[in-house]
Antibody
Framework: EVQLVESGGGLVQPGGSLRLSCAAS????????LSWVRQAPGKGLEWVAG????????YYADSVKGRFTISRDNSKNTLYLRINDLRAEDTAVYYC??????????????WGRGALVTVSS | DIVMTQSPDSLAVSLGARATINCKSS????????????LAWYQQKPGQPPKLLIY???TRESGVPDRFSGSGSGTDFTLTISSLQAEDVAVYYC?????????FGPGTKVDIK
């Protein structure tokens, strides 16, 4: 069974940074594209970033480009999301997600339970 | 960017009755190279992550009850719950994965009447 577990969320001041991690078990992540999707409190889903199986190709939503960096360490079976210059509008639950194949264009199959990031002074 | 819209915003259906949710994309999500519609449906219950129900617009994910079905092509899609059960109360989202960014619809809340 695929399990994705996010960590690294919490309360951060505006302008601060943090790194989210997503550890996988039950599967070898290197053969799959991965994604981050966020959900602001009481709101809908927003795809924010994707990465290929090798990590060579990354994609971002315009709303986060330049502040968010998606990366992965396949030797640790782990996905990351570095967020800089945090803003109040970044407050959300951040979900780690596994795609169907090693292509971001294959759709999301599995989701983690999410990590809450709260940006507030 | 492809804009996804859903209708209705919410609906209340009697137990055992049919529920129909519509999703429309601002441009076609039918990929010519594989002749597949890059469209998925997800179910999200309160306090839980989304769960994949349907992919390629009409393929049911393994383990999903057969009362859930997806249809449509190009820009117009439908998720149908043929006989609503109490455990189907949730918000349902469509999402395209045709081009970056992979946008979601705003969601449709389904309740019991």
């Amino acid at each position: 069974e695929v399990q994705l577990v996010e960590s690294g969320g919490g309360l951060v001041q505006p302008g601060g940074s943090l790194r989210l991690s997503c550890a996988a078990s039950g599967i070898t992540l290197s053969t799959y594209a991965l994604s981050w999707v966020r959900q602001a409190p009481g709101k809908g889903l927003e795809w924010v970033a994707g990465i290929s199986g090798s990590g060579a190709t990354t994609y971002y939503a315009d709303s986060v480009k330049g502040r968010f960096t998606i990366s992965r360490d396949n030797s640790k079976n782990t996905l990351y999301l570095r967020i800089n210059d945090l803003r109040a509008e970044d407050t959300a639950v951040y979900y780690c997600a596994k795609n169907r194949y090693d292509s971001s264009y294959s759709g999301i199959v599995n989701w983690g339970r999410g990590a809450l990031v709260t940006v507030s002074s | 960017d492809i804009v996804m819209t859903q209708s209705p915003d919410s609906l209340a259906v009697s137990l055992g009755a049919r529920a129909t949710i519509n999703c429309k994309s601002s441009q076609s999500v039918l990929y010519s190279s594989n002749n597949k519609n890059h469209l998925a449906w997800y179910q999200q219950k309160p306090g839980q992550p989304p769960k994949l129900l349907i992919y390629w617009a009409s393929t049911r994910e393994s383990g999903v009850p057969d009362r859930f079905s997806g249809s449509g092509s190009g820009t117009d899609f439908t998720l149908t719950i043929s006989s609503l059960q109490a455990e189907d109360v949730a918000v349902y989202y469509c999402q395209h994965y045709y081009s970056i960014p992979f946008t979601f619809g705003p969601g449709t809340k389904v309740d019991i009447k």
